[in-house]
């Protein structure tokens, strides 16, 4: 479980996100969404201390992210899994190369042990014979598959996706989302995904936060928000004609 | 105010860099993999201006030391002192400067864009540590290599030049080779080839690691480590010929 309270974040005269309190349960899919510039990318560089917030607490269990010198903040992040937005795949490594990387760094594994380890995610997500190939021979789903196994190999607590369908075609971006959803309970960890895609909102969202200019404006499940009075959050749900014309 | 921001960044980020490695084995894997890339791929380079750069200075020099007071072994003398001295530690230095340096700077500065580096960082593996670290090593070590083999090309160039334009007796240039040489001199090239490697590689590194924007300012990054890490050189130089010679 993530609890986040009173968080600030400025970049100079700018405050890009404002006294957010938030809770990510643990074996759900929790989503925070908004349009392009509410600050939600910001939050979720926070969460995982690409930026300093500049006030406020981040509890991973009990633990005060905030308040952890450096030696205390890299064992934490041991147990931490991140999937960007384009990836983010080591270029000059091929695929078993990548998945395998974090378990160099961090284990004592045998080398087959690695190898078996790195097969088993390759295989969790639904990738087969693709090891020896390079992220540049990849397809755009297949690299977030990848990463996403790169994850989930060394058996984190907490998983981040940053923006995890987009420049996916409709049935790709699904199969992401499921993926995502199935491990979370599988697992049985916290993942947190960053997206202003609805069908991720519909598909995955057990637990849904919405930002909007850096405040936090409403918080629930997938299923209610179609049904939500927040003017706000319903001018970002039926901003699409398909939104429009599902509601009447 | 931005040259102290950036000299205190560069430090600090070099404090980093020095810190225990995660995992010595994987960095062990790293700096030959560096050797590699940064050393052994620049050989070709260095053997080519150093054999033309040690012709050119005994030829310079027979043209411009041709008086009956100046032995004729002169010029081997002065061809071996301003190669071991100068050119092979300086020049190739800020050959390597643009060739290495700039490798480096664009290699870190793409993996920032693409989110590479903050993938290492969220992994609890120190970037910085783990991706400068190595090039540092790698160039400490290859680059006094390199200089050495300049240093002998750079004498054989002259010998060459000597043998086919005629301008001084080959007997007399191989004596002004040997006249009184000094293992000092080899010590402190030396010195100055390692300070060097580890301006271009750090430097390189720093630009490259705080790389903000897009594939323009990843160029932008290379062009900057370029010219600070020569300036750098030239500047330690003169700081280092002071200290060693004086």
Redesign the interface.
């Given at each position: 479980m993530i609890r986040i309270a009173n968080i600030n974040k400025n970049f100079g005269e700018r405050q890009v996100l404002e006294d957010i309190s938030l809770r990510f349960e643990q074996g759900k899919t929790n989503l925070i969404i908004g349009k392009s510039g509410s600050g939600k990318t910001v939050l979720m560089k926070c969460l995982?201390?690409?930026l300093e917030a500049d006030s406020g607490h981040i509890f991973y269990d009990s633990r005060d992210f905030l308040r952890m010198n450096t030696r205390a903040r890299?064992?934490?992040?041991?147990e931490?899994?991140?999937l960007?937005?384009?990836g983010?795949?080591?270029?000059s490594m091929t695929v078993t190369e990548n998945v395998v990387?974090?378990l160099?760094?961090?284990t004592n594994k045998s080398k087959g042990e690695k190898i078996r380890r790195a097969g088993f995610c390759l295989d969790r997500v639904n990738l087969h014979n693709v090891g020896h190939l390079y992220p540049s021979e990849l397809s755009g789903g297949m690299k977030k598959r990848v990463a996403i196994a790169r994850a989930i190999a060394?058996g984190p607590k907490y998983l981040?996706c940053d923006e995890p369908n987009s420049g996916l075609d409709p049935p790709t971006a699904i199969l992401i989302d499921k993926l995502i959803s199935e491990i979370t309970r599988e697992l049985d960890i916290t993942t947190v995904v960053n997206t202003h895609d609805l069908n991720s909102v519909m598909e995955i969202g057990d637990h849904v936060a919405f930002i909007h200019q850096g405040k936090l404006w409403w918080t629930g499940s997938n299923r209610e928000i179609l049904h939500t009075s927040n003017k706000e959050l319903n001018s970002f749900v039926y901003a699409t004609e398909l939104m429009r014309c599902l509601r009447q | 105010m931005q040259l102290f921001y950036h000299v205190g960044r560069y430090f600090m980020l070099t404090a980093t860099v020095l810190q225990r490695p995660?995992?010595f084995s994987?960095y062990r894997r790293q700096i030959i993999v560096e050797m590699d890339h940064l050393g052994l791929n620049s050989l070709g380079i260095v053997a080519i201006v150093s054999v033309f750069m040690g012709a050119v200075v005994t030829i310079q020099t027979a043209f411009n030391t041709d008086h009956p007071l100046l032995p004729a072994y002169a010029i081997g003398f002065a061809t071996r002192q301003a190669i071991i001295l100068e050119f092979s530690p300086t020049v190739i230095s800020l050959i390597l400067a643009g060739k290495v340096g700039s490798r480096i700077a664009s290699e870190i500065g793409t993996?920032r864009v693409?989110?590479?580096i903050?993938?290492l960082?969220?992994?609890?593996?120190?970037a910085a540590s783990y991706l400068i670290l190595p090039k540092i090593i790698a160039c400490l070590v290859i680059n006094p290599m390199l200089v050495v083999i300049s240093m002998f090309l750079g004498i054989y160039g002259g010998w060459l030049a000597s043998a086919i334009t005629g301008v001084v007796p080959l007997n007399n240039f191989v004596y002004g080779i040997i006249f009184e040489f000094s293992g000092f001199d080899i010590f402190y090239a030396i010195i100055k080839t390692l300070v060097f490697a580890f301006i271009i590689a750090s430097v390189s590194g720093y630009y490259g690691f705080y790389t903000k924007g897009g594939a323009l300012e990843v160029g932008h990054s290379s062009t900057r480590a370029v010219v600070l890490s020569s300036i750098n050189i030239i500047l330690f130089n003169l700081i280092l010929t002071q200290i060693l010679l004086a």
């Open positions: 995982v201390g690409l890299k064992t934490l992040r041991k931490m899994g991140m960007f937005q384009g983010a795949l080591f270029d990387f974090p160099n760094m961090f060394i981040f | 995660e995992k994987i993996m693409t989110e590479q903050d993938a960082e969220i992994m609890g593996v120190n």
